[in-house]
């Protein structure tokens, strides 16, 4: 029985992928915060473990020696300034503790969840060999770029067995922050206003089939973009009233209005001190239209495409059974 130990497994991503590896009889140790919810990852056959992922010693107690692969979901994805000191000791910290852990167990694989965010965003269709781009500053994508950095680094100097693998818009159950946010507001009847981006959407439990074959067989030192269903925001509201039986704006708004509600909303957060809903780093990634080529991916880890309407109602769904929606 293969032995995995995952980090971030209490979020979004790392319980799509608990769930993918006890379907295929893995062993799963998950580290988590003192302070996390557990109650749906102990709904599967794991072994706890506690400790922060910036602190090495506590990663390394819990990883067990030679590991079959060691999964790296834990991030810390907030867009508002105010986070991102806490932002980079949680995903480049984070991660060079969890890299340096990983070393010394001799773990046999080590797959790094990054993100489509480190090429940037844009009008175009991003590959393996587009430059990333992603500004080197303070913010989400600059973390993850040196985070995603700091495994290319070990994995070439240091023998680490990584692999990394940049997800797109991801979509699905156990969503609770993501798109799960626009579907609640959207039963709620609090949508302000549809983005005029776009972009590339993949869905959560294709995602984690695709890290565990990443450390099945994936090249080592490679990256794998993960896209899937090419759709305009607008597409998405569509669905999800669709899906909610509520009405949703026909129209996009205007990428200065949105730009400037960011800015308005934030300079509030300023004072109250409660996160935004909407920020300016947000408004530039929902006013872009950014697609994926996973061609590798498909190729290299048998990697598929999930139809968005499918996605949209498996996030829709599992809100409902779990009471997450207003009837």
């Given at each position: 029985m293969?032995?995995a130990?995952?980090t971030?497994?209490?979020g979004?991503?790392?319980?799509?992928?608990?769930?993918?590896?006890?379907?295929?009889?893995?062993?799963i140790?998950?580290?988590?915060?003192?302070?996390?919810?557990?109650?749906?990852?102990?709904?599967?056959?794991?072994?706890?473990a506690?400790?922060?992922?910036?602190?090495?010693?506590?990663?390394?107690?819990?990883?067990?020696?030679?590991?079959?692969?060691?999964?790296?979901?834990?991030?810390?994805?907030?867009?508002?300034?105010?986070?991102?000191?806490?932002?980079?000791?949680?995903?480049?910290g984070?991660?060079?503790?969890?890299?340096?852990?990983?070393?010394?167990?001799?773990?046999?694989?080590?797959?790094?969840?990054?993100?489509?965010?480190?090429?940037g965003?844009?009008?175009?269709?991003?590959?393996?060999?587009?430059?990333?781009?992603?500004?080197?500053g303070?913010?989400y994508?600059?973390?993850?770029?040196?985070?995603?950095?700091?495994?290319?680094?070990?994995?070439?100097?240091?023998?680490?067995?990584?692999?990394?693998?940049?997800?797109?818009?991801?979509?699905?159950?156990?969503?609770?922050?993501?798109?799960?946010?626009?579907?609640e507001?959207t039963?709620?009847?609090?949508?302000?206003g549809?983005?005029?981006?776009?972009?590339?959407?993949?869905?959560?439990?294709?995602?984690?089939e695709?890290?565990?074959?990443?450390?099945?067989?994936?090249?080592?030192?490679?990256?794998?973009?993960?896209?899937?269903a090419?759709?305009?925001?607008?597409?998405?509201?569509?669905?999800?009233g669709?899906l909610t039986?509520?009405?949703?704006?026909?129209?996009?708004m205007?990428?200065?209005?949105?730009?400037?509600?960011a800015?308005?909303?934030?300079?509030?957060?300023?004072?109250?001190?409660?996160e935004?809903?909407?920020?300016?780093?947000?408004?530039?990634?929902?006013?872009?239209?950014?697609h994926?080529?996973?061609?590798?991916?498909?190729?290299e880890?048998?990697?598929?495409?999930?139809?968005?309407e499918?996605?949209?109602?498996?996030?829709?769904g599992?809100?409902?059974?779990?009471?997450?929606l207003?009837?």
């Amino acid at each position: 029985m293969p032995l995995a130990f995952v980090t971030g497994g209490t979020g979004f991503l790392g319980l799509n992928l608990v769930e993918q590896l006890a379907a295929r009889g893995w062993e799963i140790v998950a580290l988590h915060r003192r302070s996390s919810d557990t109650r749906r990852l102990g709904r599967f056959p794991v072994r706890l473990a506690v400790g922060e992922i910036g602190d090495r010693k506590a990663v390394e107690a819990a990883l067990p020696e030679a590991a079959d692969a060691v999964f790296h979901c834990a991030a810390n994805t907030t867009m508002w300034s105010r986070r991102f000191d806490e932002q980079e000791r949680d995903n480049v910290g984070g991660t060079i503790a969890v890299i340096g852990a990983a070393l010394a167990r001799k773990a046999k694989r080590f797959v790094h969840v990054s993100s489509v965010a480190v090429y940037g965003h844009g009008n175009a269709v991003v590959t393996e060999a587009s430059p990333q781009v992603a500004m080197d500053g303070r913010g989400y994508a600059g973390s993850k770029l040196r985070a995603e950095r700091a495994v290319k680094a070990a994995t070439r100097d240091d023998g680490l067995p990584g692999i990394v693998v940049n997800p797109s818009h991801i979509v699905g159950r156990y969503d609770t922050h993501g798109w799960a946010r626009m579907i609640e507001m959207t039963v709620r009847g609090k949508i302000p206003g549809v983005p005029p981006g776009g972009g590339s959407f993949c869905h959560a439990a294709a995602v984690a089939e695709a890290m565990i074959a990443a450390a099945e067989r994936g090249r080592l030192g490679q990256n794998y973009l993960l896209g899937g269903a090419e759709a305009s925001f607008l597409d998405v509201f569509r669905i999800i009233g669709k899906l909610t039986g509520k009405k949703v704006p026909k129209r996009a708004m205007p990428a200065a209005a949105l730009k400037l509600y960011a800015r308005l909303v934030t300079g509030i957060a300023a004072i109250t001190g409660r996160e935004p809903r909407i920020t300016p780093d947000i408004a530039a990634l929902v006013t872009s239209d950014t697609h994926v080529d996973s061609a590798r991916a498909k190729a290299e880890l048998g990697y598929r495409s999930v139809a968005l309407e499918a996605m949209l109602a498996d996030a829709h769904g599992w809100m409902k059974g779990e009471g997450l929606l207003a009837a």
